[in-house]
């Protein structure tokens, strides 16, 4: 079964940094893309970034391009989100997702960035 457990939220000032961290489990194939989706309060959950471990291409939001950085760990099966430059508006629920070349999607509990003064 395909696990997927976020950390590294937390409360932030604008301008400020986290690295959120995603730790999967169970997944049996090493050909997948992984990456960030985020759902502020009354707003549709949206794609940050991604990256796909059979091509290597990246995606990143227009909204976040050059303040967040995805990265992976291979050895730790682990992707992250650098995040700096941190505003207001980058408060949400941030969810890490798995979708296999088969399609399926595996979605993350979520965890909280709150960027406030």
């Known amino acids: 079964q395909v696990q997927l457990v976020e950390s590294g939220g937390g409360l932030v000032q604008p301008g400020g940094s986290l690295r959120l961290s995603c730790v999967a489990s169970?997944?049996?194939?090493?050909?997948?893309?992984i990456g960030w989706f985020r759902q502020a309060p009354g707003k549709e959950r949206e794609g940050v970034s991604c990256?796909?471990?059979?091509?290597?291409?990246?995606y990143y939001a227009d909204s976040v391009k050059g303040r967040f950085t995805i990265s992976r760990d291979n050895a730790k099966n682990t992707v992250y989100l650098q995040m700096s430059s941190l505003k207001p508006e980058d408060t949400a629920v941030y969810y890490c997702?798995?979708?296999?070349?088969?399609?399926?999607?595996?979605w993350g509990q979520g965890t909280q960035v709150t960027v406030s003064s």
């Open positions: 169970g997944l049996t194939s090493d050909e997948y893309a």
């Open positions: 997702k798995v979708e296999d070349l088969r399609l399926r999607e595996y």
């Open positions: 990256i796909s471990t059979w091509s290597g291409s990246v």
